[in-house]
């Protein structure tokens, strides 16, 4: 089946320690987004990729940066996690029909913890 | 981006019908209103979408009144398995690609 997949489901780092992230999907979708949600929040859009278009959300941390080296990888990298960046990662994906964009599929989610 | 207001939390039984309504009083002429589900410890998932009176498939009905200020998603016979939080969202046709969450509706369906 199509789908997106995160890897690992839980990350544990140590304060300050950098953390890699992992999205991939076999939908083909141009789109990938990122969006951290924490306890008993909604989802928020850290940024998401328009094929090889990076686009930044404005209040989005520094410290959180993305790459996705082809289509149907995504990274997030967060370069010195802080106790407040321990949260669920989700990552999730889209098409484009004409102008239009189309509903998103969300992976598991990897929710990280940090020491 | 339009606003969305939904209640934070309802309660029902199994069996039941659920509507849970959501404001947008500034939805504009492009808009669309759309539906997401969350389970605990996963990703949303995409329930509906509309634009205007009545969407229905496999899963819940949306109702959109002409002046598309609110809408209101129906789950028909609820399971204790419908127990989510529902998330109402103003998603543009065109343009911004992102989706913004407002807080939810938190459904927790009894036996």
């Known amino acids: 089946d199509a789908m997106v997949i995160q890897n690992p489901r839980y990350q544990v780092t140590q304060f300050g320690k950098p953390v890699t992230l992992s999205c991939s999907q076999t939908l083909n979708h141009n789109v990938m987004y990122w969006y951290q949600q924490k306890s008993s929040q909604a989802p928020k859009l850290l940024f998401h990729?328009?094929?090889?278009?990076?686009?930044n959300e404005a209040d989005t941390p520094d410290n959180f940066q993305s790459r996705r080296p082809n289509t149907s990888f995504c990274f997030l990298d967060i370069r010195s996690p802080g106790l407040g960046d321990a949260a669920m990662y989700l990552c999730?994906?889209?098409?484009?029909?004409?102008?239009?964009?189309?509903?998103?599929?969300f992976g598991p989610g990897t929710r990280l913890t940090v020491l | 981006l339009a606003k969305t207001t939904q209640p934070i939390s309802m309660d029902s039984y199994e069996g039941q019908e659920v509507n849970i309504t959501c404001s947008h009083n500034?939805?504009?002429?492009?808009?669309?209103i759309t539906w997401y589900q969350q389970f605990p410890s996963q990703g949303p998932r995409f329930i509906i979408q509309?634009?205007?009176t009545k969407v229905t498939n496999e899963v819940a009905s949306l109702f959109i009144p002409a002046d598309r200020k609110s809408s209101t998603l129906s789950l028909p016979r609820v399971s204790l398995s419908d127990t989510a939080v529902y998330y109402c969202?103003?998603?543009?046709?065109?343009?911004?690609?992102?989706?913004?969450f407002g807080s939810g509706t938190r459904l927790q369906v009894q036996p």
């Open positions: 969202l103003v998603v543009p046709d065109t343009g911004r690609r992102a989706l913004t």
């Open positions: 500034n939805i504009a002429t492009n808009d669309y």
């Open positions: 999730a994906t889209s098409s484009r029909t004409g102008s239009s964009y189309n509903e998103q599929f």
């Open positions: 990729y328009y094929d090889k278009d990076f686009n």
């Open positions: 509309g634009y205007k």
